[in-house]
């Protein structure tokens, strides 16, 4: 059986920033999210490479190992990242968070760097697919801070790893989807404003990609996102073409 998933994408620059510095892409294979960090313009500059590195394997064949295909292409990403800071040392430091799905028959990719996220919503049960490279998740990890806590820790927004031209260990895995399941990816902008609890009833409470990213984009920006919002639902269904 193969797999097809049904996205829509919303973005916003938030209530508080001039600029977007999220890049996404909705594709037929890959689906991506990613979060630009270094400052005007080099964030921005840094998830467009991101993205557009990934938009190459949407026309694949889908025959090599998908896993592969995901680090290669973050990897090409990352050397160009290093070969613009090469020429323009000004944009030293500039990076980007990077969440992306790939489809490749009857499974989906998924590859992570940063603090964007991806969550899973099947059937009832929703969850978080992704751990945030981030100074408070290793602060909860080690029993230092509670969720909630790191919610509202004035750091939160450190990133411990990105896609930034140095060396990278991006988290990678298969998933097994099943028709019916629904995907989020997300930037920060969303997860920090939002709840998880907030995040899954949204979820449940459309069937319509479109409307459903929409709705999540009006609720942060009611819960006073500072930050770029950007968000992808995609929708699992079985290929029958």
Avoid at 2 to 13: G, K, N, Q, Y
Avoid at 36 to 64: K, N, Q
Avoid at 177 to 194: E, I
């Amino acid at each position: 059986m193969s797999l097809i998933l049904h996205a829509a994408t919303v973005t916003d620059v938030g209530l508080v920033r001039t600029n977007n510095e999220d890049s996404a892409y909705v594709g037929r294979r890959v689906f991506a999210v990613a979060d630009g960090v270094g400052g005007m313009p080099a964030g921005e500059v840094a998830s467009a490479l991101v993205i557009r590195a990934l938009v190459e394997l949407d026309d694949a064949s889908g025959a090599a190992d998908p896993t592969e295909e995901l680090r290669e292409a973050i990897e090409s990403a990352n050397q160009q990242i290093r070969d613009q800071v090469a020429a323009d040392p000004m944009s030293d430091g500039m990076g980007t968070t990077v969440t992306a799905l790939l489809v490749a028959g009857d499974g989906i990719a998924l590859l992570h760097v940063g603090d964007s996220r991806c969550y899973l919503l099947r059937d009832v049960d929703f969850k978080q697919l992704t751990r945030d490279d981030t100074f408070v998740q290793a602060l909860v990890d080690q029993g230092l801070l509670s969720p909630d806590e790191a919610r509202t820790h004035p750091r939160r927004s450190l990133v411990t790893q990105a896609v930034q031209g140095d060396e990278l260990s991006p988290a990678v895995t298969v998933l097994s989807p099943r028709p019916g399941d629904r995907f989020l990816l997300c930037s920060d902008g969303l997860s920090d404003a939002l709840t998880d609890a907030a995040i899954a009833r949204t979820l449940r409470s459309d069937p319509d990609p479109q409307h459903c990213a929409e709705a999540l984009v009006r609720l942060a920006l009611s819960a006073g996102a500072t930050d770029n919002v950007t968000v992808i639902v995609a929708d699992v269904a079985e290929d029958r073409r």
